[in-house]
């Protein structure tokens, strides 16, 4: 099974999301259970979401305008939803995120400055994370 979903999605709803669902949710119950979910961040992410309507062959196209992402330990607060998408899930109407303000995120959650400049190949300091972010309100 793959996650490319152009056509037949079904799978997805039949195979894999319940087995991601599983194993996620295990992991989340196992840290937790071990003392270790307070500092450890467990992040799920695609790189861009899927059209909001099906094709003709019941796929979905690539779709970078929203994107989907889930976060759980390290402080993130349980069970919320950060923004919301329009009635047809096409674009955001509010708190928009882009995937610089989830990295910037990140490293802050990390104890890394996303404003940190790094060295590239050629010695020259490059922003670790261009122009994100980090997300306020999911933490608490």
Do not use: C
Not at 2 to 19: G, K, V
Not at 28 to 34: E, F, G, K, V
Not at 62 to 71: E, Q
Not at 112 to 139: N, W
């Amino acid at each position: 099974y793959s996650w490319d979903s152009h056509r037949s999605s079904q799978h997805l709803q039949n195979h894999l999301i319940p087995t991601f669902d599983q194993a996620y949710s295990a992991l989340i119950t196992d840290l937790d259970q071990r003392g270790l979910l307070e500092e450890t961040l467990v992040v799920a992410i695609g790189e861009m979401g899927r059209t909001p309507k099906a094709n003709d062959k019941w796929g979905r196209g690539h779709w970078s305008t929203l994107f989907p992402a889930v976060l759980a330990g390290a402080g993130v607060r349980g069970g919320i939803v950060y923004g919301e998408s329009d009635k047809h899930a096409e674009y955001p109407i509010d708190k928009p995120t882009s995937p610089e303000d989830l990295a910037a995120t990140v490293y802050q959650t990390l104890g890394i400055d996303p404003e940190i400049r790094l060295p590239d190949a050629q010695g020259r300091p490059v922003h670790v994370v261009q122009g994100g972010s980090p997300v306020d309100g999911i933490f608490g």
